[in-house]
């Protein structure tokens, strides 16, 4: 099985999953952490080194304030509880968005998480927070101005590495695949520049039922697929 370096989920289906169920959407939230675990654990297992997970988006601070204040409430109990497992099994956790505008007391728990896992190599687990590709471009882009106003940096130096690392993403490599659950057919202002070549997969399975099995199935997909990164077939069968 050929593993992605950078696997990347966009983990949809929580709150459908419990209406489905005639019960209040936190509760799929709820069985979407206990997902959260279950992949993390397989990717590790399986020697995936870096993993992302779009866990709360920019435009998510639309939804109605009693879930957003759930959703908050969950975010910090996970980081809280998970701790030790991270510590245990040398799981690093990075974060990427704009996380100034979450809670404060759930930006204390990140921030300690974040400082206290640091030193661990095995897995890299990034949760994308208040994140959105728009914001996380402009916000590069005005940094790399602000350079150049500065005089610390030229124009002309400016270049698709010199912009990658102004990126929250600085020192990911780019996901080699992106997994999308629940049916939607769409990459909703996530990692827009990051995933300029990645290969994308969809699944009707609504997140709180996306098994290791079904990771698997999205493993054995990528796997089959021929990466051209722009160049003819022959060519990619030549330099593979």
Sequence with gaps: MRIPQHLAIIMDG???WAEQRQMPR???????????RSVVK???ALGVPHLTLYAFSSENWGRPAS???ALMELLGLFLAQELETLMAE?????????TSLLPVEVRQVLDDTIKRTAENSRLVLTL?????????ILRAVKGLA????????AISDIDEQRFSAALDTAGLPDPDLLIRTSGEMRI???LLWQLAYAELYFTDVLWPDFSADELRRAFDDFAARQRRFGLTAAQSVSDS
């Design 90 to 98: 040398d799981i690093r956790l990075r974060v990427i968005g704009n």
């Design 128 to 136: 994308a927070l208040s994140y959105g590709a728009r914001d996380e």
């Design 67 to 69: 879930e957003v204040a």
């Design 14 to 16: 929580n709150g459908r």
């Design 188 to 190: 909703s202002n996530f």
């Design 26 to 36: 936190i509760f799929g939230h709820r069985q979407g952490v206990e997902t959260v």
């Design 42 to 44: 397989e990717c590790r």
């Design 146 to 153: 602000t350079e150049v106003e500065g005089g610390e940096l």
